[in-house]
């Protein structure tokens, strides 16, 4: 089949010629609603009201609910968010670590990214988009540890892909799985430990 025959599923491509307006405009409401109702009472009908874009126009565009999730989640992935660059391996990190808990240390502040998560776990194609939006944010955070072996404070051959996953997946686990707390002292504690960890060489690929 062709490329010119081919019809994409809505919402699995940027159908081309929306504004980037209309679709900030489309993704706030379904960050709105995810927030308010969370993945199961997020509806079409909801995010037309409150974007001000027509619901024939949505359905055309997105399709499904499904297909607005992922799209808000690929458009999260477009930002131009950086990691930290303190200096320091530690620094860097405790900076990663905080963001976690500021992303998800509050009830509010947590509303819309957990409902993220627990649509993943209704909607494969939210799934998709999630593991490639997290995978994309953690890609970029490998930096850190690259610089941290150039400046001699991580051995030559440090899993920098593990030590970025690792100064968060606790926090991940407290916030989402246990539901307790989570505060910056905690993010500086994480940070510290795998920090330690790294230099000890306990991401070397002959230490796992």
Not at 115 to 133: C, G, N, P, V
Not at 136 to 156: H, I, M, T
Not at 177 to 202: F, K, M, N, Y
């Amino acid at each position: 089949m062709s490329a010119e025959s081919a019809t994409p599923t809505p919402g699995t491509v940027r159908p081309g010629g929306r504004t980037a307006r209309t679709r900030s405009a489309v993704r706030d409401a379904v960050l709105t609603g995810l927030a308010e109702h969370g993945y199961p009472g997020l509806t079409v009908e909801y995010v037309a009201e409150h974007s001000g874009v027509h619901k024939t126009t949505v359905y055309r565009r997105w399709g499904s609910v499904e297909g607005l999730v992922a799209d808000a989640l690929d458009l999260a992935g477009e930002d131009a968010w950086t990691p930290p660059d303190t200096g320091s391996l530690e620094g860097d990190l405790r900076a990663l670590a905080r963001e976690v808990t500021e992303t998800f240390g509050s009830a509010s502040a947590a509303a819309a990214p957990t409902a993220f998560i627990a649509a993943a776990f209704q909607s494969k194609r939210a799934a998709e988009a999630l593991h490639t939006f997290y995978t994309g944010r953690f890609a970029r955070c490998e930096s850190v540890v690259r610089r941290a072996v150039d400046r001699g404070e991580a051995p030559s051959g440090t899993d920098a892909a593990s030590v970025v996953r690792a100064v968060s997946a606790p926090l991940f686990f407290r916030a989402l799985i246990t539901r307790e707390p989570i505060d910056t002292p905690l993010a500086d504690q994480t940070a510290t430990a795998v920090a330690t960890a790294v230099r000890a060489g306990a991401y070397l690929p002959d230490r796992r």
